[in-house]
């Protein structure tokens, strides 16, 4: 028997068992999927995330211990997803994180079928590490109930605090709960640079990196507010090869 022109290593987290049995066979009926993982609440699914690869999961909102947007904010590395929910206004949250589709429940072979053909097409187009592709013009983020596309060249830095992140630019403040982690994936890499656990800066600002007595590292950012941040030990060698 020849195997299928394209096979996806496949996790699903879902903590229903009758909708986790329903996405067991349904996934066990194509081919194209290689079912390689389960999950029954948030923190077995970050574990096997940070343990493991996966082409596709089917990753469940509501979770116990951990949400499904609450798994995402914690990877370095988001796989495609195509998200399960009883709630459609989640729809939202789910296409910020670059979902390729949605199953609200309940869902049908059918409808499961039809996620399963979006989602070979976009990764076949996109190749292996698209997901981790920026958009040319653009951050494109979720403020409140508004999108904003934020060019690139107006960003100065990027900061984080608690369980939501801060664009700056010269005009305007933007508060989004993305983790930096994910943000950071959407950046330009030769634009965007970490310095600190808390910090991302646009390299395009950078002025300076000066040292104190103590061996502490600041770098000084040419915004109007003439910024200073400082620079974590493990960060400097990089921002040094830059300058």
Same mark, same amino acid.
């Given at each position: 028997?020849?195997?299928?022109?394209? @096979?996806?290593? =496949?996790?699903?987290?879902?903590?229903?068992?009758?909708?986790? @049995?329903?996405?067991?066979?349904?996934?066990?009926?194509? $081919?194209?999927?290689?079912?390689? !993982?389960?999950?029954?609440?948030?923190?077995?699914?970050?574990?096997?995330?940070?343990?493991?690869?996966?082409?596709?999961?089917?990753?469940?909102?509501?979770?116990?211990?951990?949400?499904?947007?609450?798994?995402?904010?914690?990877?370095?590395?988001?796989?495609?997803?195509?998200?399960?929910?009883?709630?459609?206004?989640?729809?939202i949250e789910a296409f910020e994180f670059g979902a390729i589709d949605y199953l609200l429940k309940p869902f049908s072979r059918e409808r499961f079928n039809k996620a399963v053909d979006r989602a070979l097409e976009f990764i076949g187009k996109q190749g292996a590490e698209s997901q981790n592709a920026?958009?040319?013009?653009?951050?494109?983020?979720?403020?409140?109930?508004?999108?904003?596309?934020?060019?690139?060249?107006? =960003?100065?830095?990027?900061?984080?605090?608690?369980?939501?992140? =801060?664009?700056? %630019? @010269? $005009?305007?403040?933007?508060?989004?709960?993305?983790?930096?982690?994910?943000?950071? %994936?959407?950046?330009?890499?030769?634009?965007?640079?970490?310095?600190?656990?808390?910090?991302?800066?646009?390299?395009?600002?950078?002025?300076?990196?000066?040292?104190?007595? %103590? !061996?502490?590292? %600041?770098?000084?950012?040419?915004?109007?507010?003439?910024?200073?941040?400082?620079? !974590?030990?493990?960060?400097?060698?990089? =921002?040094?090869?830059?300058?």
């Open positions: 028997m020849s195997q299928p022109a394209q @096979e996806l290593k =496949i996790l699903i987290v879902e903590d229903e068992a009758p909708t986790r @049995e329903l996405l067991v066979n349904y996934c066990l009926s194509r $081919s194209e999927l290689k079912l390689t !993982g389960l999950a029954k609440d948030g923190l077995e699914a970050l574990n096997s995330l940070q343990t493991n690869w996966y082409d596709l999961v089917f990753l469940d909102i509501n979770l116990p211990k951990l949400s499904g947007l609450e798994v995402l904010e914690k990877l370095e590395k988001i796989p495609y997803i195509v998200f399960i929910t009883s709630l459609r206004d989640k729809a920026f958009n040319e013009h653009g951050l494109f983020i979720l403020e409140k109930e508004n999108y904003f596309l934020i060019p690139y060249k107006d =960003i100065v830095y990027i900061s984080s605090r608690d369980n939501f992140s =801060i664009i700056h %630019t @010269e $005009s305007k403040e933007y508060v989004t709960y993305k983790s930096l982690k994910a943000l950071e %994936t959407k950046l330009p890499p030769r634009q965007f640079l970490r310095i600190f656990k808390q910090f991302v800066i646009n390299l395009e600002y950078l002025i300076r990196l000066q040292s104190d007595s %103590t !061996g502490n590292y %600041t770098v000084f950012l040419k915004d109007e507010e003439e910024t200073q941040l400082p620079v !974590g030990r493990k960060y400097i060698s990089k =921002i040094k090869e830059l300058l």
